[in-house]
């Protein structure tokens, strides 16, 4: 139940957008809820039930990162841990697919954002660390400011 979204989306460029779905879902665990998280995958992601048969090789940078967490979806996870999901991506694409993660935590799929863009994880988080080295430097609780200067200096040194 423990599902992994690396980052750079790999996926298997020969295969279509549906063929990923299905491997997804391959699991025994998974494969009861395939209809039903197919279906959760498509209102989540209406562009690639546009381009369902598509080969992934040929989707943009954006299309793969929907791609990689619509496939983990398939698998029914428990916890779904993402890896620098906005990695590359436009602006645009960065905010449809902000909402998207949204909807997956308000559907009740628990998860960990691994990310280096603050402003995206503070507007997805209940809760934000701030993680230095393997160790948690920074607790942001709702509500509280963000001191842009900490996290300058976590990342570049004093």
Not at 5 to 12: A, C, E, M, T, Y
Not at 137 to 152: F, N, R, V, Y
């Amino acid at each position: 139940g423990l599902i992994h979204v690396p980052q750079g989306n790999r996926l298997f460029p020969d295969l279509s957008i549906a063929d990923c779905m299905a491997l997804g879902a391959y699991s025994p665990r998974a494969r009861p809820h395939e209809a039903e998280n197919r279906e959760k995958v498509v209102k989540l992601f209406p562009k690639l039930a546009e381009r369902w048969r598509q080969r992934v090789r040929t989707l943009s940078g954006g299309e793969r990162q929907m791609v990689s967490i619509g496939t983990a979806l398939m698998s029914h996870p428990r916890l779904l841990i993402l890896d620098e999901p906005t990695l590359g991506l436009a602006p645009k694409i960065k905010d449809e697919l902000c909402a998207s993660v949204m909807d997956i935590s308000r559907g009740g799929v628990p998860l960990i954002v691994v990310e280096q863009d603050i402003e995206f994880l503070l507007e997805l988080t209940q809760q934000l660390y701030l993680v230095n080295h393997g160790a948690v430097a920074t607790e942001i609780k709702p509500g509280e400011s963000l001191d842009h200067g900490e996290i300058m200096s976590m990342y570049f040194g004093h």
